[in-house]
C-alpha cells in the first residue's frame, strides 16, 4: 500500500501510524473512519468476511461508539472495507 500520509487505523484517535512493511491493510470506505488503513494482517476469518465495529468519536453517537465497516465483496481479500453505519 502507498504513501507517507497514509493512516493505519489504531482505535485511539489521538495517534497517528503509518503502515508497516510485512502487515496487511484494506481501505476504509465512507463514515467517520474514510480513507485510513484497517490491518487485516491478523483479523479473524469471521470478521474479515462479516466486517468489523471499529471504535471511532467521530461517529454518529461520540465518544464510546462504534462504526461497522464490511467487505466490499466477500470473495475479495485485498479489497476495502465499506461504512455500514454507526452504533452506540
Known sequence: MGTMDERVYCG????????????????????PLDGQLLDVTNLPEQERVEGVLLVTDRGLFGPGGRALYSPAAADDREGPFLWDG???
Do not use: K
Open 12 to 31: 485511539d484517535e489521538g495517534y497517528w501510524v503509518r503502515p508497516a512493511p510485512g502487515r496487511a491493510y484494506v481501505r476504509l470506505v465512507g463514515g
Open 86 to 88: 454507526d452504533t452506540p
